[in-house]
């Protein structure tokens, strides 16, 4: 008995540390994203780089797996929707840090579990509750800080489109991929929809953006793109797949919180960014917000 609830609670450590990791992972994105840019390499460049590395990574991940690479019809069509909104939410992503601070953006886009309740009431009837709009005010307050952060900080209207924009497109991803329910591994399906990101991020590059992706010439820049597509994509997809399979999905979302505040570390000690007491109180607040209701869930 002792023995059996021992390695449940080792079993539990291990799903919260793999839940941490995976935040953590995610959260380094502007760490490559703004070095590239510093090189003056496009978003969409960048983009097009940490994909490629994680559709290849994928790739071998799933021939290992021994997994088929067989789609249906219907299963195609989703995924190619997957990857447009996959595309649009990474685009606007990354070129938000061009608009405002990296830690910012991250904590910002971390308001897409709120959307993704409000998008399940609006279009599938699902009742709101009053913790919803609690959280949903809540993290209004924290936006209102972070608008005028003071000490001369201001938030980028144009740069707060962009994340929300993104933040959006995600919460229409995960209620698209919850409703349509595809009879495949979250590997295979990812893999997939970046397959089809990629394809969509070198339409736009070429069609409204700075054309196709010039070959990275400096080892750093490979370096950062291998880096992107490796630690803050398919570690994170793998860490994340596990812990929700130890410990659930919900103490795996409360632990994303840990996503913006490793973004914002980042921001701060890597490159500078400004850091008020004012824009402190935003971000807790608006973490709190998501934290409650995924809690609440």
Known sequence: MILSSAVSRLSSLKGFALAA????????NPLGALHLYAQNY????????????????LFAVVLAKGSHFKISFREFRALVAFGFLFAVSSLTYYASFKYMDAGLASTLLFLYPLEVSVLMAVFFKERIKAWTVASIVVSMAGIALLYRGGDGVSLSTVGLALVFASSLSYAIYMVMANRINLQMGSVKMTFYAICFCLVF???????????????????????????????????????????VKIIGSTPTAILGALEPVTAVAIGVTVF??????RLVAGIILILGSVVLIAVKK
Do not use: D, N
Request: neutral net charge; proline residues 5%; glycine residues 10%.
């Open 21 to 28: 990791l995976s935040a953590i992972c995610y959260g380094t």
């Open 201 to 243: 991020l070198l339409l736009y590059s070429v069609t409204l953006g700075a054309g196709l992706p010039p070959l990275f010439i400096q080892a750093s820049s490979w370096g950062w793109g291998f880096m992107l597509g490796f630690v803050p994509t398919v570690l994170s997809l793998i860490f994340m797949v596990k812990a």
């Open 42 to 57: 496009s978003p969409e460049t960048v983009l097009f780089y940490r994909f490629f590395t994680a559709a290849v990574l």
């Open 272 to 277: 500078g960014e400004t850091l008020t007491t």
